[in-house]
């Protein structure tokens, strides 16, 4: 059977199954969502949140894109953190990168102008600045090390952009968190990455606000 038929009829049966254990369930969630984490992660089919995450529906608010990237001139990634932080006020966010992500192995083997490659500039940019460090390291642990760097990269330019700034300005709880998900043995993985507040921020990175 062709996956989308697949689909189609495993949606009935769980749509019952739900149902019958939570009659009120869907007229419920159809009222309103108030997620309490906003998902930033790879569109990699391996590494669905909800999954890994074992969440219930209407617990995560999804921004998926290749190599988990908050691109500070992406519409769409600034959308979401608008609707996310303003109108949500989910109080977490989390950026996930993972293991054997094709877009890093991509940015670290080759380059170019077709649109993948382009997107992919953002993580070459990371490697960039850490040049000197991933060099030293052999294929596989550079790709690993790269991941993280570019975790980090990512919750950086959701931090300092003035959407999270006007909020934690206001007193809005917003904590943001890096993440690495790895894909051989099933893990979450804490990167040390967790900032609750602009003075959190500053007192890693040595920015100062503008205003
Ligand atoms: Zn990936």
Redesign the pocket.
Known sequence: MPSVKKMLAYNQTWSSKVKQESPDFFKTIAQAQSPEILWIG???SR?GPDQLGGLPMGSLFVHRN???IFATNDLNSLAVLEYAIDELKVPNIVVC??Y?????HAALEHSGVQPVDLWLDQVRFVYNRHAKELKKLPREQRAKRLSELNVEAQVHNICRNTIVREAWKRGQEVSVFGLIFDIQDGLLKQLGIEFRSSEQWQARYGEAFSD
């Open positions: 790879c569109s990699d590494v290749i190599a988990n990168g993972h054997g992500c094709g877009g890093i």
